[in-house]
């Protein structure tokens, strides 16, 4: 049976997602395994992004609420 995180919410769940999946950096290769993805949000939308440690490509998504 899964246990469900409190304080945690479906937004936090999705940028662990991304730390834990999305770790290449398209533009270079490299693949930051530690990396952390930053989330800001406007109100209506909810901005994640990451940049490479080593080339200093940014990686964004977005997502409407």
Same mark, same amino acid.
Do not use: F
């Given at each position: 049976?899964?246990?469900?995180?409190? =304080?945690?919410?479906?937004?936090? /769940?999705? /940028?662990?997602?991304?730390?834990?999946?999305?770790?290449?950096?398209?533009?270079?290769?490299? *693949?930051?395994? *530690? =990396? /952390?993805? /930053?989330?800001?949000? *406007? =109100?209506?939308?909810?901005?994640?992004?990451?940049? &490479?440690?080593? &080339? =200093?490509?940014?990686?964004?998504?977005?997502?409407?609420?």
């Amino acid at each position: 049976m899964a246990t469900k995180e409190r =304080g945690v919410t479906a937004l936090d /769940r999705l /940028r662990s997602r991304y730390e834990r999946v999305d770790t290449t950096c398209s533009a270079c290769g490299y *693949d930051d395994e *530690d =990396g /952390r993805w /930053r989330s800001t949000t *406007d =109100g209506s939308q909810v901005h994640y992004s990451h940049v &490479c440690p080593r &080339c =200093g490509a940014v990686r964004k998504r977005t997502y409407r609420l």
